[in-house]
């Protein structure tokens, strides 16, 4: 590792214990507090005080599957904010020798941090939202709709604009996490020590 | 000129095209060491190295040429992701050993890549963009291309211009899941196709010291990324699969059909054979996609050094690595199950007229042609005969230049224990 001044370095590294996740994992779990409050409110606390309707079995899954994708996108973008601060910042002083404030420099050395936990929970929303038919609150409530329709009479229900958002919402949804997972497997040391600058800042 | 006076080794960190100004420094940079860190604009393939143009420029200092392959974020916050590595390279030894220790005391890896010569190859490192990917992921947008239109014409356009059926909205999700697994499989067997294509010919020429021609050669270098952007197609096709019960078309179509069969009164709608067909090509697909997953592991760096999808009894037979033995049967299994899988989910429907609108072939048919091609040449490459041709070939032996060794017995007719062919 070099001359001795350097072994204060070596005696710190068994203590450590993931030295840079800790501002990333706090910002994350902050926003999934706020977020599951936020729909915890709207869509259980005000339909129960309005209409008195019981909901509170959407807790477990449908509540968590709205906290993780807002998390995942809310930290993605932090990510790239960053880059455009420090844009901003270079252009705004003319120059790139000045130092960025100390709360920015610490923003851009956590930014792989933010894009994998980031990446973890959109993997998570995926298995959430593949899930959501296997339940057997799904399977209820489709008989019930079956109930209604036949007791209604109608013999197509078919409601184009409804289908066509679920399919242009559900593709983008994949599309966007073959990239994300992409980026994730670029972050892998061994394959980003196979990658030149180039190649690793055009795939970031 | 003093710094230049006092210091032992110095960073030229000046733009290539300005060395030429600090000549007036020569005599003072006389005997010392001098690291150029200069990058070009573009891929030098033949021609001088900066680093070399700039030892011509200062003949009395020992030039080494380093540093230029990181970024000025990982030189200013040290190496963080994993280990950074150094190449150097310089012909004096003494001056490189001066830099490998400034670089082990900024804790980068330094890589020994020999003489100033090597300097052309360091300076084109960090210029290019994934050039082992190109073919492949052209390839892929190609076919991907080609049988989402090939899909959409008989998925969405024919019943629109046959029936008036609109059904444009299956193509975001539906047409995509049947594009996605064709293009995961027929670039399966552009995997494994090269392979026989190389059996075949060291067979028909009877030697193995016949170079390979230049697109065969170019096939065979680019198997792995061929088999990684299968293997991405294969898991979106996965995602997407998975995703279909999900979406309001589904539900719809559900509660519509429910609506049907109590307006007919059929109180049982099983249909045993529809289960059949779908419980197996779903579960014959899941162990595909586990067999390619291991495949894809045992691809990344760490898992495996240096080997690559390449079949190592070609370069070097007398020692083939057990690893590469698995990752190729591995690979021939992920093949089969793949097969097995889209045969499965075609079931008889090759044989049902009504499925050939405009005459054109289900999809499944078409994909269906590479992967049969490549495995049943593999099966006739097994075959004793032709296995036995094939090992001796690759042992050395050669049709025009093999030598008979026989034992002299005398007046014994039974020569073929006696004979061995070198």
Redesign the interface.
């Known amino acids: 590792?070099?001359?001795l001044s350097?072994s204060r370095y070596i005696e710190n590294i068994p203590i450590q214990l993931f030295p840079g996740w800790k501002g990333p994992v706090l910002a994350a779990v902050a926003l999934s507090i706020f977020f599951f409050g936020y729909s915890f409110i709207r869509d259980i606390i005000h339909p129960y005080v309005q209409h008195k309707q019981s909901d509170f079995y959407k807790i477990p899954i449908e509540i968590v599957n709205h906290t993780l994708p807002t998390v995942a996108i809310t930290l993605l973008a932090l990510v790239y904010l960053a880059g455009q601060l420090a844009a901003a910042h270079q252009l705004y002083y003319g120059t790139k020798y000045k130092q960025f404030p100390h709360w920015l420099e610490g923003w851009l050395?956590s930014r792989?941090q933010l894009g994998l936990i980031s990446f973890f929970l959109a993997a998570v929303h995926?298995l959430y939202?593949?899930c959501?038919?296997l339940r057997r609150s799904e399977k209820y409530l489709?008989l019930n709709?079956?109930y209604q329709?036949?007791h209604a009479n109608?013999?197509?229900?078919?409601?184009?604009e409804?289908?066509?958002?679920?399919?242009?919402y559900?593709?983008f949804g994949?599309m966007s996490?073959?990239l994300m997972s992409f980026l994730a497997i670029t972050?892998?040391?061994?394959?980003?020590?196979?990658l030149?600058?180039?190649?690793f800042s055009?795939i970031q | 000129l003093e710094a230049a006076n006092k210091a032992d080794l110095c960073f030229i960190a000046v733009y290539p095209e300005h060395h030429s100004t600090l000549v007036e420094l020569k005599p003072a940079l006389a005997g010392k060491t001098l690291v150029d860190v200069s990058n070009s604009l573009r891929i030098n393939q033949n021609g001088p190295s900066n680093a070399e143009l700039l030892a011509d420029y200062f003949p009395e200092s020992s030039v080494v040429k380093g540093f230029n392959?990181?970024?000025a974020w990982t030189l200013q916050?040290g190496p963080r992701?994993?280990?950074?590595?150094v190449f150097l390279c310089s012909n004096s030894q003494k001056a490189k050993n001066t830099v490998k220790a400034i670089c082990?005391?900024m804790?980068f890896i330094p890589i020994d890549m020999g003489l100033l010569s090597s300097s052309l190859e360091i300076e084109n490192?960090?210029?290019?963009?994934?050039p082992s990917w190109r073919l492949p992921l052209l390839c892929t947008l190609f076919l991907f291309i080609f049988f989402y239109l090939y899909n959409f014409f008989r998925d969405v356009l024919q019943p629109y211009v046959m029936e008036g059926k609109k059904a444009f909205?299956k193509?975001?999700?539906e047409v995509?899941n049947v594009t996605l697994p064709s293009v995961a499989l027929v670039m399966l067997a552009l995997v494994y196709l090269p392979g026989v294509f190389a059996a075949i010919l060291q067979l028909w020429s009877g030697t193995k010291y016949n170079r390979f021609p230049n697109w065969l050669d170019r096939w065979l270098t680019s198997r792995k990324q061929l088999g990684l952007c299968s293997f991405?197609c294969a898991v979106?096709h996965a995602?997407?699969s998975?995703?279909l019960?999900?979406?309001?078309?589904a539900?719809?179509k559900?509660?519509?059909m429910?609506?049907?069969q109590?307006?007919a009164g059929v109180d049982n709608s099983w249909e045993d054979e529809e289960v059949w067909r779908m419980e197996l090509y779903l579960s014959v697909g899941i162990m595909a996609l586990g067999l390619l997953c291991l495949l894809a592991v045992t691809s990344?760096?760490?898992v495996a050094n240096t080997i690559n999808w390449r079949e190592f009894s070609f370069i070097q037979p007398l020692n083939f690595c057990l690893f590469d033995v698995l990752q190729s049967t591995l690979g021939y299994c992920a093949l089969f199950m793949a097969t097995a899988h889209t045969l499965l989910y075609g079931w008889n429907r090759a044989f049902d007229l009504s499925q050939y609108r405009f005459n054109m072939p289900p999809t499944f048919v078409l994909v269906l042609v590479l992967p049969f091609l490549v495995l049943l040449s593999r099966l006739a490459l097994c075959v004793p005969c032709a296995a036995g041709w094939l090992r001796k070939v690759r042992r050395g032996w050669e049709r025009s230049r093999h030598i008979r060794f026989t034992l002299p017995a005398e007046g014994c007719h039974n020569g073929l224990e006696d004979v061995s062919d070198v």
């Open positions: 590792m070099g001359p350097l050395q792989k995926v939202s593949l959501l038919p489709l709709a079956a329709q036949i109608m013999e197509n229900s078919w409601n184009e409804e289908v066509w958002r679920v399919e242009m559900v593709s994949i996490f073959g972050s892998i040391p061994s394959i980003s020590n196979s030149n600058w180039r190649e055009f | 392959t990181i970024s916050m992701d994993g280990g950074r590595q082990h005391r804790g490192l960090p210029l290019y963009l994934f909205y193509m975001p999700i995509v991405l979106l995602v997407y998975l995703c019960p999900l979406r309001k078309s539900r719809f559900l509660v519509n429910a609506y049907k109590v307006k990344l760096p760490s």
